[in-house]
């Protein structure tokens, strides 16, 4: 997990607040970080006790505009009937300068391979 530091001694978790201010992550019951992808973002996946699964994405803020078409683009995917994570929740926290991306969990294989 991503440790930051906010202002002079002061050290925070970044997954730990995002997870403790997103309603939707607050019944998890275990984030595992993932470290696949082309991405510089922070990646996990989220677990349910239903056996659901999720994909947070965590990235710059100065990514967000970037981030919100590509939200929007899933979005237009989905409703083609394209096999893509579907979008679920999308926002920012400016304070912390990241914005995050939550999606539906597609398990497959690492395009670097």
């Given at each position: 997990?991503?440790?930051?530091?906010?202002?002079?001694?002061?050290?925070?978790n970044i997954l730990e607040i995002i997870q403790n201010r997103?309603?939707?992550?607050?019944?998890?019951?275990?984030?595992e970080e993932i470290f696949t992808g082309f991405s510089s973002d922070k990646k996990y996946v989220v677990f349910f006790s239903d056996d659901i699964k999720?994909?947070?994405?965590?990235?710059s803020i100065k990514d967000e505009e970037r981030k919100n078409t590509e939200f929007q683009f899933l979005?237009?995917?989905?409703?083609r009937g394209v096999r893509a994570?579907?979008?679920?929740?999308k926002g920012s926290f400016k304070k912390l300068g990241v914005c995050y991306c939550l999606l539906s969990y597609i398990k497959g294989e690492d395009a670097k391979t």
């Open positions: 997990m991503e440790l930051c530091k906010q202002e002079e001694g002061e050290v925070f997103i309603e939707f992550l607050k019944t998890a019951i275990r984030i999720y994909l947070l994405r965590i990235g979005s237009d995917l989905k409703k994570p579907k979008p679920i929740e």
